[in-house]
């Protein structure tokens, strides 16, 4: 049951009320609550099973996106949901372009290059879910000439991208989900770069994400990992 996006404070004893209502009707289903505002998350945890917050850092073409927002915010929802709520955090798909009055040049389309990374952000911090935001808008953004418009062509471009990434993603979910996690604190820290193992199958498959907008290494077992600014990646070890 998704309840509430982006609830304002005047809707909490509300949300509260639904919760509690559903959980006497429907005890088989979870109760999810996205919030923009990090202040809200703690009041929300009496409201939801799954807590998850939105950054979408992609924004005008003009300014350099902050990714590592994502890692931010999940880890914060992490703590905030400690061990009793799931955190399922919300991936930018679109272009900003989509919620402007007029059609502008100004917006950029998240790559996808930049949704994988914010993706494997947000697995690397503890999320167990993750909802992509929006299909709807996909027919907004910059068509092959980088002109920003509405066009059928637009979202065949961006549906390919997201579709890519999803299905990428889709092949190492069981090895997520085995929740067999790897200790590799021993790896020598690289400003920006944020990491995750898991055993599986017997063999370690290790994620990183590059949270910088300048490249990075990471060195495992005299294996250099070299990553992009804001370029992650999926190995087996």
Same mark, same amino acid.
């Given at each position: 049951?998704?309840?509430?996006?982006?609830?304002?404070? !005047?809707? $909490?004893?509300?949300?509260?009320?639904?919760?509690?209502?559903?959980?006497?009707? +429907?005890?088989?289903? $979870?109760?999810?609550?996205?919030?923009?505002?990090?202040?809200?998350?703690?009041?929300?945890?009496?409201?939801?099973?799954?807590?998850?917050?939105? @950054?979408? @850092?992609?924004?005008?073409?003009?300014?350099?996106?902050?990714?590592?927002?994502? !890692?931010?915010?999940?880890?914060?929802?992490?703590?905030?949901? !400690?061990?009793?709520?799931?955190?399922?955090?919300?991936?930018?798909?679109?272009?900003?372009?989509?919620?402007?009055?007029?059609?502008?040049? +100004?917006?950029?389309? @998240?790559?996808?290059?930049?949704?994988?990374?914010? $993706?494997?952000?947000?697995?690397?911090?503890?999320?167990?879910?993750?909802?992509?935001?929006?299909?709807?808008?996909?027919?907004?953004?910059?068509? &092959?000439?980088?002109?920003?418009?509405?066009?059928?062509?637009?979202?065949?471009?961006?549906?390919?991208?997201?579709?890519?990434?999803?299905?990428?993603?889709?092949?190492?979910? @069981?090895?997520?989900?085995?929740?067999? &996690?790897?200790?590799?604190?021993?790896?020598?820290?690289?400003?920006?770069?944020?990491?995750?193992?898991?055993?599986? +199958?017997?063999?370690?498959?290790?994620?990183?994400?590059?949270?910088?907008? &300048?490249?990075?290494?990471?060195?495992? +077992?005299?294996?250099?990992?070299?990553?992009?600014?804001?370029? !992650? $990646?999926?190995?087996?070890?």
């Amino acid at each position: 049951w998704y309840t509430g996006d982006e609830i304002e404070l !005047s809707h $909490l004893l509300s949300a509260k009320d639904n919760y509690e209502i559903i959980k006497n009707l +429907d005890k088989d289903h $979870l109760v999810y609550q996205v919030a923009n505002r990090m202040e809200m998350l703690p009041k929300l945890v009496l409201a939801a099973d799954v807590l998850g917050m939105d @950054p979408y @850092p992609i924004n005008r073409k003009s300014a350099v996106s902050n990714l590592g927002l994502v !890692s931010e915010r999940t880890s914060y929802t992490r703590e905030i949901a !400690s061990q009793n709520k799931g955190v399922w955090p919300v991936i930018q798909i679109f272009n900003k372009l989509a919620f402007q009055k007029e059609l502008s040049n +100004d917006f950029a389309d @998240p790559t996808k290059e930049e949704m994988q990374n914010m $993706l494997y952000q947000a697995i690397i911090q503890g999320a167990k879910g993750v909802m992509f935001y929006a299909y709807h808008p996909l027919w907004y953004g910059n068509d &092959t000439s980088g002109k920003g418009g509405f066009a059928e062509e637009i979202y065949q471009r961006r549906w390919a991208d997201v579709s890519s990434v999803s299905k990428s993603f889709e092949k190492i979910i @069981p090895i997520i989900l085995s929740d067999q &996690t790897v200790d590799l604190s021993k790896l020598k820290e690289s400003k920006g770069l944020i990491w995750k193992a898991w055993k599986f +199958d017997n063999e370690v498959y290790l994620m990183i994400a590059n949270t910088a907008n &300048t490249s990075n290494t990471l060195s495992v +077992d005299k294996k250099n990992f070299e990553l992009k600014p804001y370029g !992650s $990646l999926f190995v087996k070890l």
